[in-house]
């Protein structure tokens, strides 16, 4: 036995097609006993039905302990609040409690009018709604609509004094960007595990793109890896998996035993990788 623990992020699918090969990550992935899986939240609320829809049925139909995403954005608390209240009576006792990002082409957040204007606040109305357990974000790099790394700290402190009991972070590539963060963390006084995001690389030039937008570094060696590999399937999640187990064991090296995997509803990177940390598989894959 490694130690290890885990959980995945999947997101709701949009077409009969996705939300097979999202059941089918489900079946393989529930072998490896995750400690809990989440499910994304689109910005503006534009995944809110496919979301619930997906968390009950892994409620209802599987042993896992699901966690739904749930934002501040284009919702206001009492829309916010009847979503909570409904997961809270389909047994979901697991939030994963974001502010949220703008919708597509409407510039920097805003928060609405009569909504909650923060994480913090998202945080503080859920536990008066429900006794949830409650995981936010962190951002070892910072957010990009932080002013400095400090004022990130400070803003998780908000959250964590509002009632968070754990924190997930942005993904990363550079072992030293998560400790140091980790570090800053414990020298603020927050108590609770700051669990890193790992995100196994499957299309370069995608990760790039998104990268800008959320503020996540990739270091030149990570672009010089998967050089000429744009069109080769094959090697590509062979380069990936090494990559996401390289900075697992870096990690591990440090004392981390529990990471956060984003799996893009696929199954094949995320068991592997967990396999070689020595995650094993409690029965046979579904």
């Not at 994480?119 to 859920?126: F, H, I, Q």
């Not at 803003?155 to 509002?162: I, Y």
């Not at 984003?262 to 046979?284: D, F, P, Q, S």
């Amino acid at each position: 036995m490694s130690g290890i623990q885990v959980s995945f992020e999947f997101f709701p699918p949009r077409t009969p097609e996705m939300e097979a090969s999202l059941w089918r990550a489900v079946g393989r992935l529930e072998g490896l006993a995750p400690r809990f899986v989440s499910v994304t939240y689109g910005a503006g609320g534009s995944t809110r039905e496919r979301t619930h829809n997906t968390v009950t049925r892994l409620r209802n139909e599987t042993g896992l302990e699901p966690a739904a995403h749930l934002t501040c954005v284009a919702a206001s608390r009492a829309e916010v609040d009847e979503v909570a209240r409904r997961y809270a009576a389909a047994g979901v006792h697991h939030i994963v409690a974001l502010r949220g990002d703008a919708p597509e082409g409407q510039g920097r957040y805003s928060p609405h009018p009569e909504g909650y204007a923060n994480a913090a606040e998202l945080v503080a109305g859920l536990k008066k709604i429900a006794d949830f357990e409650i995981s936010v974000a962190a951002h070892p790099e910072g957010h990009p609509d932080s002013p400095s790394l400090d004022a990130d700290i400070d803003n998780l402190a908000r959250k964590v004094d509002a009632g968070a009991t754990r924190a997930i972070t942005q993904y990363f590539f550079d072992p030293v960007v998560y400790l140091r963060f980790r570090d800053r963390v414990a020298a603020r006084g927050l108590k609770i595990p700051v669990v890193p995001g790992i995100l196994p690389v499957t299309n370069f030039k995608t990760l790039v793109k998104f990268s800008a937008a959320c503020g996540a570094s990739v270091p030149a060696w990570l672009a010089e890896r998967f050089a000429g590999l744009d069109d080769d399937p094959e090697i590509r999640p062979l380069v990936a998996s090494a990559i996401a187990v390289e900075l697992c064991r870096a990690l591990e090296r440090e004392g981390v035993r529990e990471f956060h995997f984003y799996t893009l509803n696929r199954a094949e990177l995320t068991t592997a990788i967990c396999r070689v940390l020595g995650v094993a598989e409690t029965r046979a894959a579904a």
